[in-house]
């Protein structure tokens, strides 16, 4: 069960970045969906909290500002960034790129906190930097490359994500964290979304499916309450479910399949198609992923929760 729950909690983050990427092109801007999504995920977890775990509202001063930092710096500058590289790029490759964070925890963690790391990490470098030359067809310059720094900005940004969180998670709820840090990320975007100035009137539109979808129109609310429901919250309590079913390293492996979902929603709904040496490239980095997963020992990289969610960082076995 721990794995269906997994894949399921993959499938809807990995599709989450297509339909972002619909209400992006209907007018609402990257840091506007930012701040909603920030929004609705803080305001669930509120929710969840009020009836389940009341005291997770009282929080030292030290702690406070550590979740400030996590929600500027880990979520709301990661979900902007990625927001912002897959209106230029597909999304499966901006995933792949923003991945690079897995491969830096793993090396900061060896060099600066002086942890034990497997031989594979190096092996698992030398393929996802092979991996990513290839799916970016360095050769021919085919990706925007502007689009590429917004994903490796997003990337910076999630290694800080992982790091604070690490650190934050030791004695305080997964769920708590994630009200914290979505509320600090929120209250940024609150000041410079310029959510204020929006025409709400546009929700009520109707809109094209786009792709291969492109007969089924609905309002502009339908993919936007999706996203701040199914592909955030929804998509988060799968996940860390699972988490409690599975082993770390299992957990880590069936996140590490976010990407081949988004790949494959994307070409059959999108139609972002990628030519066969892209293919190639993509699963190498995958491969590259799934090593770098497993080279901490007993600590993994929750992918599911990165873009999407709070900070459910480092889980242990």
Known sequence: MGYIIGFLAALLFGSNGSVVKLVLSEGVTAAQMTFFRATATMVIAGIVLLF????????????????AALGVFGVAMLQWFYALAIERIPVGIALLF??????AVAVIARFFFKEHVRARLWVAIVLVLIGLGVVA?????????????????????????????EQALKGMNVLAMTFWSMLFA????????????????????????????AAVNVPLWVPFLWTITMGSFVAFYMSFKSLSLLSA?????????????????????LGESLSFIQILGALIVTAGIILAQ????????????????????????
């Open 294 to 317: 497993t080279s901490r020992g007993g600590k993994i990289v929750d992918l599911d929760l990165a873009a999407t969610t709070g900070a459910i960082p480092i889980r242990k076995k």
């Open 98 to 103: 923003e991945y690079l964070a897995v491969l």
């Open 137 to 165: 067809e360095m050769w021919n310059s085919s990706v925007d490359g502007l689009g590429m720094i917004f994903a490796l900005i997003a990337a910076a940004s999630y290694t800080i994500y992982f790091l604070i969180g």
């Open 186 to 213: 929120s209250l940024f975007w609150a000041f410079f979304s310029g959510w204020q100035n929006m025409d709400f009137s546009v929700f009520s539109h109707q809109i094209s499916l786009s792709g291969s979808l």
């Open 52 to 67: 389940t775990e009341r005291s997770a509202f009282k929080i030292s001063f030290k702690r406070l500002l550590a979740m």
């Open 249 to 269: 390293t299992s957990a880590g492996i069936v996140a590490s399949s976010e990407v081949i979902f988004a790949f494959i929603v994307a070409w059959l709904w």
